[in-house]
């Protein structure tokens, strides 16, 4: 049973550089979000899905893009990486029951480091 | 927007003892979710407990148990037999209930440590 697979585990990025995050679950779950979690500052949202087609921003969107054609995956782009992107990226899944949003599954995370 | 609040940034116990992390969290509606999740060292978040607001009794998972005090917007988390696997970042979150589609609000973390 996979459940919320985050690839890579690791990344080191020069300034500017591009790269996508990547995320796929297999629960058939209608909702996905990305968060990033810096030492001090718990886990802030950045974008979120609650179904293919779907995305809306969370607290900080700002050089993130996302999209979601399929139910299973929700990449997340960095277009042009800076410094203050240095940071743990944790996927999230959860289905979306007749009371909202239920237990959010998460992935293992992806350290990224912008040099 | 709702903010939650972990005034504690790091906390430690003794091995077998018990221990009460606080949470906070700032709202103006009736109905809500509130969470604890833990992070161990190996980084993968688990969901401890839930708690529905409109709920009166306090949520319990074996040695895990919350008081919820609603009009305090109170949401601590209580450990008891604190044991060695319980050292971790432990999460407080948010969700309302007005729309299932809210995303949840996470506080920043408190750590606990377990002393043998």
């Known amino acids: 049973n996979a459940g919320v697979t985050q690839t890579p585990k690791f990344q080191v990025l020069k300034t500017g550089q591009s790269m996508t995050l990547q995320c796929a679950q297999d629960?058939?779950?209608?909702?996905m979000s990305w968060y990033r979690q810096d030492p001090g500052m718990g886990l802030r949202l950045i974008h979120y899905s609650v179904g293919a087609g779907i995305t809306d921003q969370g607290e900080v969107p700002n050089g993130y893009n996302v999209s979601r054609s399929t139910t299973e995956d929700f990449p997340l782009r960095l277009l042009s990486a800076a410094p203050s992107q240095t940071s743990v990226y944790f996927c999230?899944?959860?289905?979306?029951?007749?009371?909202?949003?239920?237990?959010?599954?998460f992935g293992s995370g992806t350290q990224l480091s912008v040099l | 927007a709702q903010t939650v609040t972990q005034s504690q940034p790091e906390m430690s116990v003794q091995e077998a003892e018990t221990v009460t992390l606080s949470c906070t969290y700032d709202?103006?509606?009736?109905?809500?979710?509130l969470f604890w999740y833990k992070q161990p060292p190996s980084r993968q978040m688990i969901l401890v407990i839930r708690q529905e607001a409109y709920k009166q009794q306090n949520a319990t998972e074996n040695r895990f148990s919350v008081n919820f005090q609603k009009a305090a917007k109170s949401f601590s988390l209580k450990i008891s037999d604190s044991q060695l696997g319980d050292a971790a970042m432990y999460f407080c979150?948010?969700?309302?209930?007005?729309?299932?589609?809210?995303?949840?609000?996470f506080g920043k973390g408190t750590r606990l440590s377990v002393i043998a």
């Open positions: 999230a899944s959860s289905s979306i029951t007749t009371g909202g949003i239920g237990k959010l599954f």
């Open positions: 629960m058939n779950h209608e909702y």
């Open positions: 709202t103006s509606e009736s109905d809500y979710y």
């Open positions: 979150a948010y969700r309302s209930a007005s729309s299932g589609n809210t995303p949840l609000v």
